[in-house]
């Protein structure tokens, strides 16, 4: 969240931006992850990180204002974190996933508590928190991780890579770069394990029973983002599956689950509505492939939904029903959470 704040606020205050990069950044744990969650009172979710897109956020400030200084303070915690993620979640060779550790309480918080060790605490780590995606998915005890090679993480983890070589390189830490490099590749050549030719779309795969699940997000398009689709495997994606009304295309994009899952009905946070992020990554992807005229359509689309809510309430919503674009219909959507405007930059990129 903290670092979308940080790539927002790039557009007309860098000393905020530059604020929020750094400060959540230095929240990092001593095992070197940046956590899920941070209270005043000192208590971190010390069982879980969150999808790394520091970097990526860290990149984008340094090509705006070119402070050679942001990369030498932040560089080394990223890089501790991208080396966490390596070596506590790689569940197979070239294979990511979520999990969330066991650990000692501080003080009782009901965080402190809920849903580690097991399948909830894995998804909390996503970011996606009730996602259908890891329903009745086991965690591996000895691993802690859920036994899900994950498509998003390893998408994200590979595009993190991508960013920490570029600050290395800009750095003059060549062995750090190399050794991104080879880290990129390796979960590179994991993620296109993941690759089913006749669905045409990189799948999650259960590692319990070496299988794919069919439960498809906006997180199926990350691939996207780190330029691991090739050419033709990015037209299938977009063809078959992002432009395909019965998965998530339509007046309002993207549901987080694809409409035709069972879960989509639920409307219920993760279980079908909108968020801004999902857009963000998705958008982003968009740009590295030659879809002009889909990236156009999507960023108008996903302007056209902040808009709604914010003419008639001036509400900035953190999710919105991916059936009528209303924010205010649920009690899980806050009115007002700085992310939802990442719409409103997705239209300002394009």
């Known amino acids: 969240d903290t670092y979308f704040g940080a790539w927002m606020a790039a557009l007309d205050n860098k000393e905020l931006a530059y604020s929020n990069a750094i400060e959540i950044t230095r929240e990092k744990t001593p095992a070197g992850f940046v956590p899920n969650a941070i209270w005043g009172a000192g208590f971190k979710t010390l069982d879980r990180s969150q999808p790394p897109v520091g970097s990526l956020a860290v990149m984008e400030l340094y090509r705006r204002f070119g402070d050679v200084w942001l990369l030498e303070e932040l560089f080394p915690s990223l890089l501790e974190w991208n080396t966490w993620f390596y070596e506590h979640r790689q569940i197979r060779k070239g294979l990511l996933a979520w999990g969330s550790n066991p650990y000692e309480p501080a003080y009782g918080n009901h965080w402190e508590t809920a849903g580690v060790g097991s399948t909830y605490g894995g998804a909390l780590e996503s970011g996606l928190d009730n996602s259908p995606m890891y329903d009745e998915i086991p965690v591996d005890p000895d691993t802690h991780c859920l036994q899900l090679a994950d498509v998003g993480l390893m998408s994200l983890y590979i595009a ?40 045409g779309m990189f799948l999650n795969k259960r590692t319990d029973t070496d299988t794919f699940t069919y439960r498809l997000s906006p997180t199926h398009f990350y691939p996207l983002l780190c330029r691991a689709a090739s050419d033709q495997q990015a037209e299938r994606m977009i063809k078959e599956h992002l432009l395909n009304p019965e998965e998530f295309w339509g007046d309002w994009i993207l549901p987080s689950i694809a409409r035709n899952d069972p879960a989509y009905p639920d409307q219920e946070y993760w279980r079908g509505r909108i968020w801004a992020p999902m857009n963000f990554l998705v958008y982003l992807g968009l740009r590295n492939y030659p879809f002009s005229e889909v990236r156009s359509e999507f960023a108008g689309k996903s302007v056209a939904l902040l808009l709604k809510e914010w003419r008639e309430h001036r509400h900035v919503h953190e999710n919105y029903c991916a059936d009528t674009g209303v924010g205010c219909d649920s009690m899980s959507s806050d009115k007002f959470y700085h992310w939802g405007a990442l719409l409103a930059l997705i239209g300002l990129m394009e």
């Not at 570029?166 to 490099?181: H, I, Q, S, V, W």
């Open 160 to 199: 993190d890579c991508q960013a920490l070589r570029d600050m290395a390189l800009t750095l003059g830490k060549n062995r750090e770069a190399e050794t991104l490099a080879q880290r990129a590749n390796s979960i590179h050549q994991g993620l296109q394990s993941l690759w089913d030719e006749e669905t």
